[in-house]
Each structure stands twice: as C-alpha cells, then as structure tokens.
C-alpha cells in the first residue's frame, strides 16, 4: 500500500503476556519510528531507526521494550512480560530521511489492552 | 530541548478563521516548527513546517515573528471536518519528533 500500515490494529494481552506489534513503512522510507499514545495525551517518542541502525532508544520505558528493524524495512516492537500501564496506541511513523524534515508519515496505530 | 506551550482547546464555527498560537521560547538556530494534525484513531498528519516569515500551503499558513519565540498556525474557514487535535512541535537536529499535549479545536456548525 501507499501508506505506513501497522498489525494487528487491535491486540488485547493478559497482563504478563508478550506481545508484538508490526509496521510497514512506506517503501524506500529510511527512517521510522515508535511512539506511544496514552489517552488523550499526545504520542511519546519510544525509538528511532535509520535503516537498520537503531540510533535513538531513550524513550522505551524499560527493557520490557524491545524494537528491531533487522533490513531496514519492516519494524517489530516488542512488549515482554506486558503491564496494565503498557495498554496505549502504539504508533509507528517513516520518513524520506531524517527527523530535520519534520514530515513524519504515521500509520493507524495498534491499540493495546493489557488486562 | 525547546519546550512548547499551546492552548489546550478552543471552539470556532464553521467559516470562520482559526489561530492557534504556540510559544517556543527556547527555539535554537537550526531548529523547524512544524505543526500536525490528529483525528481520533489515526496517527497525526502533517500540516505544514517553517522556519521564518510565513509559509502557506493549500490547507494553512504558518506565521513566524522574526524572534522565532512563537508561531501562529492559521486555518482559513474552518469546517466540521478541521475538529481534531492540533500539535506544534520544534525539530531539533536528529532527534526525533516530540509532542506536547496539542491544542483540541471544535469547530461548531
């Protein structure tokens, strides 16, 4: 597709469950990004990629969060051992190049709930 | 990091034009303004970027006073379909996009 798409668009977990949420960039997009949306707060920077380099992770909340994008395309986000506090939107963003450009291309998000 | 300060909401109807101002007071030389819009359940679309002056595309304008401390996002004759969520962001070298709480227009009939 033209767009970042992201699965599952719903995961429900048992707190304790792992989990793992997928995203597509767009095609040729160098970089992507995580970030995680709480209700009705604005997205929170998880991670960063720049092909497959991993150049930012100081946003994941703890080593429960694992990302890894190992061709530079496709992302995995990982969740360990999830926590009621993990259930948020998790979405993913690519872009053309670097985050200077500021135009970010996000997908729909996939809503966790842990219960 | 430059922080950023919004109204936390505002209402407009619909025809009218809506400027929603935002501080960034910290701004640093090399750094962009840039503004997104998010709908519920969809990730934030992006709307427009500047650095100085104004910039306009087909959806708003974006004003910049030559200080840089703020920055007006301008919505011509809003419609229903403009309710969303707005978010000023500055971009900062290599790191990446960080978002503040935005500013929630409803725009009534």
């Known amino acids: 597709g033209a767009g970042v798409s992201q699965s599952p668009r719903y995961k429900v977990a048992k707190r304790g469950q792992d989990v793992a949420l997928r995203c597509d960039p767009i095609?040729?997009?160098?970089?992507l990004f995580w970030y995680q949306q709480a209700l009705g707060q604005g997205p929170e920077f998880l991670t960063y990629?720049?092909?497959?380099?991993?150049?930012?992770k100081s946003g994941l909340p703890s080593d429960r969060f694992f990302a890894e994008r190992p061709e530079g395309s496709v992302s995995t986000l990982k969740i360990q051992r999830t926590q009621q506090e993990d259930s948020a939107v998790y979405l993913c963003a690519s872009s053309l190049t670097g985050p200077l450009t500021g135009e970010l291309f996000f997908g729909e998000g996939s809503r966790l709930t842990v219960l | 990091l430059a922080k950023t300060t919004q109204p936390i909401s505002m209402d407009s109807y619909e025809g009218q034009e809506v400027n929603i101002t935002c501080s960034h007071n910290?701004?640093?030389?090399?750094?962009?303004i840039t503004w997104y819009q998010q709908f519920p359940s969809q990730g934030p679309r992006f709307i427009i970027q500047g650095y100085k002056t104004k910039v306009t595309n087909e959806v708003a304008s974006l004003f910049i006073p030559a200080d840089r401390k703020s920055s007006t996002l301008s919505l011509p004759r809003v419609s229903l379909s403009d309710t969303a969520v707005y978010y000023c962001?500055?971009?900062?070298?290599?790191?990446?996009?960080?978002f503040g709480s935005g500013t929630r227009l409803q725009v009534q009939p």
């Open positions: 962001l500055v971009v900062t070298g290599r790191r990446a996009l960080t």
């Open positions: 095609s040729g997009h160098v970089s």
């Open positions: 990629f720049q092909n497959e380099a991993q150049l930012d």
């Open positions: 910290n701004i640093a030389t090399n750094d962009y």
